[in-house]
């Protein structure tokens, strides 16, 4: 059977609504969705996936340790660590209320906090390499630069 594009409802598949209906390309898979002149992927994050993958990694384990601040001697030190706290915390309610944008920020503004801790630092190449590849595979639609 041929599919269709209606202009009111959408993609749909059997005999022509109207004759200005165009025909359209098979529909390739479930996961698919007309973007009106061709199908594409519309991708589900897994969120329980990223999740998993992200505890007890080492990039878990430097945030914590830069969020517990047990270097820090200095008020402005302690503070910092407490960004950091508050940016991972932010992260963790994230993952929880799973909100794209909301994960998004998060992570921005860890990185900035971690940044401005000297001995930790923002993420290396190789954990944002690492980072991105999990975001990839548990299909998230954005990656770290």
Same mark, same amino acid.
């Given at each position: *059977?041929?599919?269709?594009?209606?202009?009111?409802?959408?993609?749909? *598949?059997?005999?022509?609504?109207? +004759?200005?209906?165009?025909?359209?390309?098979?529909?390739?898979?479930?996961?698919?969705?007309?973007?009106?002149?061709?199908?594409? /992927?519309?991708?589900?994050?897994?969120? $329980?996936?990223? $999740?998993?993958? +992200?505890?007890?990694?080492?990039?878990?384990?430097?945030?914590?340790?830069?969020?517990?601040?047990?270097?820090? $001697?200095?008020?402005?030190?302690?503070?910092?660590?407490?960004? /950091?706290?508050?940016?991972?915390?932010?992260?963790?309610?994230?993952?929880?209320?799973?909100?794209?944008?909301?994960?998004?920020?998060?992570?921005?503004?860890?990185?900035?906090? +971690?940044?401005?801790?000297? /001995?930790?630092?923002?993420?290396?190449?190789?954990?944002?390499?690492?980072?991105?590849?999990?975001?990839?595979?548990?299909?998230?639609?954005?990656?770290?630069?």
């Amino acid at each position: *059977m041929q599919w269709y594009f209606n202009q009111l409802t959408g993609p749909y *598949m059997g005999m022509r609504i109207s +004759l200005d209906d165009p025909e359209i390309s098979d529909h390739p898979s479930p996961q698919h969705v007309w973007n009106g002149s061709e199908w594409i /992927v519309k991708l589900t994050p897994d969120w $329980t996936g990223l $999740t998993n993958s +992200l505890a007890g990694s080492a990039v878990f384990a430097k945030i914590w340790v830069a969020a517990e601040g047990a270097d820090a $001697t200095t008020i402005a030190a302690l503070k910092k660590a407490m960004n /950091v706290g508050k940016a991972f915390s932010l992260i963790q309610a994230s993952l929880q209320n799973q909100r794209i944008e909301d994960l998004w920020f998060a992570i921005a503004s860890l990185r900035e906090n +971690l940044s401005t801790i000297p /001995v930790v630092g923002d993420f290396s190449a190789e954990e944002l390499g690492w980072l991105n590849s999990l975001l990839e595979t548990h299909q998230f639609p954005f990656r770290l630069e």
